[in-house]
């Protein structure tokens, strides 16, 4: 059972994407959504929107005993966002909101992930952060002009872009795999 973060942002689109990838999909709106899951994802929108959306559904310190339990957690744009220290404080970097620019200065690039097999991903950023300070626990595996846009801590895999706007299903295939792990 995979659950998406339904509080603000694209989580229809992830639904969408796990459920034709054969997951089972749950939508998390409170604390109880979160019970018996096997992974979660966290989506893009706005940070500040899905901050003030988790603070009033007490979903904070749940969501950092997920994480802390374990559970592989796929957090995109601002689920990347949400997971840094100034956040939800469950991993060990900071991040710069809207850091390539405002929306008109969204763009697609190609990258090389690792563990990603087929050839380079098609990213779309959209007033996409990026990872600006990390310690060593977190693994680098995408840069884009010499900015962090992919990376994984423990049981966290963070990108900067929407692979759900690309229809780009093999970040969500890979985190499939480590939910099967």
Known sequence: MIGVLALQGDFEAHTKMLRDLGADVREVRVPADLEDLDGLVIPGGE???MTLGIEREGLAEPLRALVAAGTPVLGTCAGMIMLDREHLAVADYTCKRNA???????????????????GPVRAVFIRAPWIDEHSDAVEVLAEVDGHVVAARQANMLVISFHPE?????????????????
Not at 100 to 118: K, M, N, T
Not at 165 to 181: D, M, N, P, Q, S
Request: charged letters at 30%; glycine letters at 10%.
């Open 47 to 49: 940070s500040t929107t």
């Open 100 to 118: 390539f620019g405002r929306q008109i200065r969204s763009f697609e690039a190609d990258l090389d992930i690792p563990g990603v097999d087929g």
């Open 165 to 181: 706007i690309a229809g780009e299903t093999r970040l969500h295939e890979l985190f499939l795999k480590e939910v099967a792990a």
